[in-house]
């Protein structure tokens, strides 16, 4: 009890300040290795020339993934081949998905664009590039991802995103091409990388991150709970949640810190279910909920 009572006391001190770069982990990897982890993400892309462009700065900086979610026009278009010139092989290799989500499995670090000009919600520490991205390729699978070209990505695709960087622009003209936007962000990323000292090597043992979609399974739990208790009421829900990912997202949880979250919220359901039945016969003691196998990574 005392060790869990523990694992709880540090995880909860620390929400508030493991966004701090400073606190990040060093580099686990160098040049190509880094860049290899990093993942760009197109939603709803819509001009084959735009994929074109972005396709050769890519090859131009090292970058080799990408994933293209519900795209609007085809990568292997006559027009995104000329423009690529040498990095037409990238747009062969695109992956296409239909949903943000499906993109974003496996990452445990995931930062969204945003050149929207608005109020932003508060919980959200809008960074440029250069200050966030130390971040991005200091623990492991990322994705950046960038929105259409008409409109950026909602609040809700934001909200699914650990942090939201902006790259600064003069306020006459703020917006910025898709290839544009995606071309600065990844020079700045191979700088980064060009800069940055050999990292020392890894510490053994490493506690691994949890990727998106541990993080959402726990999400989802959460809100059902806190719906089930009466906390949250479903008019505002979506607003209340936007904080509870802000917090837990600059925590950096890993995957044995999200289970233990789990764990709690199991038990916080199975006492709400035992509060709303009958009382229990004198001699009878109440049965705990099922231990779940600590073998097994909760979903």
């Known amino acids: 009890m005392d060790a869990i009572y523990d694992k709880i006391k540090l995880l ?15 580099l686990p990897h160098s040049g190509p290795e880094q860049l290899a982890q990093v993942r760009l993400v197109l939603v709803q892309p819509a001009g084959p020339r735009n994929l074109g462009a972005i396709a050769r700065v890519m090859k131009n900086m090292g970058f080799r993934q990408w994933v293209l ?109 898709l290839a544009q936007a995606v071309a600065i962000c990844c020079y700045e990323l191979y700088t980064l990388v060009c800069q940055s000292p050999s990292p020392a090597p890894p510490m053994p043992s490493p506690q691994r991150l949890a990727p998106f979609e541990l993080l959402e399974g726990f999400f989802d739990h959460l809100e059902a709970l806190l719906l089930q208790i009466g906390y949250l009421h479903p008019h505002t829900a979506r607003r209340k949640m936007l904080k509870f990912r802000a917090l837990f997202q600059r925590a950096g949880l890993t995957v044995a810190e999200v289970a233990l979250l789990r764990g709690i919220l199991r038990q916080l359901q199975w006492s709400q279910g035992c509060s709303r039945q009958e009382p229990l016969e004198a001699n009878a003691a109440p049965v705990p909920p099922t231990q779940p196998d600590s073998s097994r990574t909760p979903s």
């Open 69 to 177: 979610v519900d795209p609007q026009c085809d990568p292997l278009d006559m027009e995104a081949i000329t423009t690529a010139v040498h990095g037409a092989d990238l747009l062969h290799q695109a992956r296409k998905v239909q949903t943000l989500p499906e993109a974003l499995q496996g990452c445990v670090q995931v930062f969204g664009t945003t050149g929207r000009s608005q109020t932003y919600p508060p919980e959200w520490q809008i960074q440029s590039p250069r200050q966030a991205f130390p971040a991005l390729l200091a623990a492991g699978p990322a994705a950046l991802v960038f929105g259409p070209e008409d409109r950026g990505l909602s609040n809700e695709e934001l909200a699914l995103c650990h942090r939201q960087i902006q790259i600064p622009t003069d306020a006459t003209y703020p917006s910025l091409n």
């Open 12 to 26: 909860f001190s620390t929400l508030g300040t493991l966004g701090d770069p400073n606190l990040m982990p060093i």
